[in-house]
């Protein structure tokens, strides 16, 4: 049975900094991509950002350009997000995804393994 596992969400101040971390298990994602995936409170999930599995291409969404940074062990199965700068409109359920169909690094749709996700919140 694959499974996602997210973990370091939590409560921080804005300015503040969270890494968040995915840890697969049940089968090796080795040759996939990676992602994460947000939902805030009355609103769509959305891209965050995505990694190749060679960690060679990077992919995020223009509001967490400069802040946010992925990265992933293979040896471990487990993807990271570094969020720094952290701002209130961060606040939302943190989703990683294994992408194993062919399309493009932004759609959710693209991903077919999903975490339970860990939730960010960022006070003012």
């Known amino acids: 049975q694959v499974q996602l596992v997210e973990s370091g969400g939590g409560l921080v101040q804005a300015g503040g900094s969270l890494r968040l971390s995915c840890a697969a298990s049940?089968?090796?994602?080795?040759?996939?991509?990676m992602g994460w995936f947000r939902q805030a409170p009355g609103k769509e999930r959305e891209f965050v950002a995505a990694?190749?599995?060679?960690?060679?291409?990077?992919f995020y969404t223009d509001s967490v350009k400069g802040r946010f940074a992925i990265s992933r062990d293979n040896a471990k199965n487990t993807v990271y997000l570094q969020m720094n700068s952290l701002k209130p409109e961060d606040t939302a359920v943190y989703y990683c995804?294994?992408?194993?169909?062919?399309?493009?690094?932004?759609?959710?749709?693209?991903?077919?393994?999903w975490g339970q996700g860990t939730q960010v919140t960022v006070s003012s």
């Open positions: 995804a294994v992408k194993t169909s062919s399309g493009s690094h932004y759609a959710d749709r693209a991903y077919d393994y």
């Open positions: 049940g089968r090796t994602f080795s040759g996939y991509a």
């Open positions: 990694l190749s599995w060679s960690g060679g291409r990077t």
